[in-house]
């Protein structure tokens, strides 16, 4: 099974960085035996040819997306375009924004097939377990999903045991069952680290190269350096 993760662009962010919770998804997924690459559309131009690119070569069974409100229309236009692309593809969206209209996304955007709802680390590690094995998506805490022109929900996936250890103490031992990223992050054509590093890069007297290959040892080990100056700037959709 192969799965690809997409980050969407906003049409507000701080300077675009990877997405951390894609590559650890990624790194879950992984984990089960799924082939995985993740397409940043943020740090990197987005298009439709890109996407189209990407898909021909690649030639995922899943493809999901996350998503917050204020870019929930670029992420859903991105799959969109996937489904029409790969139609036997399954779709996937999760995010803050779906967690809690899923019935309306479900509703409104027939090229989603699946949304998942809070956390998506056990949730997607037990679908691609039931995709594979042909069995009921009912079986999956945390999904919503549309069956004979239904939209069905199962049972919320409670986050109380990550909360109870948090308290707790036990943070670090739950940490440590979560696959790291950072190779996921290593393995990505297009590197998003390397854009960050070009920003910082004219700041110092260190050249690019040297800069990249730090913020890359930071990633590999968890950090990862923000900008936390605002940076205003609109999504496009380009053809080329």
Known sequence: MKALLVQPPYPFSEF?????????????????GV?????????????????EE????????????TCVTMN?????????HCKAFAPRATIIMGGPHVTFTAA??????P?????????????????????????????????SFRRNGTILQTEDRLEVDFAWKLLSGDLL????????????ASEQREDPLRVLARRISPATSFPLQFVASKLRKLAERGIIICDETPKFHHWQWKES
């Not at 990407?54 to 997306?65: E, H």
């Not at 031992?173 to 996921?184: A, F, R, V, W």
């Open 54 to 65: 990407r898909l021909s070569r690649f030639q995922p069974d899943l493809i999901g997306a």
């Open 111 to 143: 090229e989603v097939d699946i949304v998942v709802r809070g956390e998506g680390e056990e949730t997607l590690k037990e679908l691609v377990r039931v995709l594979d094995a042909g069995r009921s998506l009912q079986e999956v805490k945390g999904l």
């Open 104 to 109: 309306e996304t479900l509703r409104d955007f």
């Open 16 to 32: 675009p960085k990877p997405s951390w919770a894609l590559m650890s998804l990624g790194a879950v997924l992984q984990q089960q």
């Open 35 to 51: 082939e995985v690459e993740v397409l940043d559309l943020l740090s990197t131009r987005c298009s439709p040819r890109k996407i």
């Open 72 to 80: 929930f229309p670029s992420a859903v236009k991105i799959l969109q």
């Open 173 to 184: 031992e739950e940490q440590g069952k979560i696959p790291h990223p950072g190779q996921l």
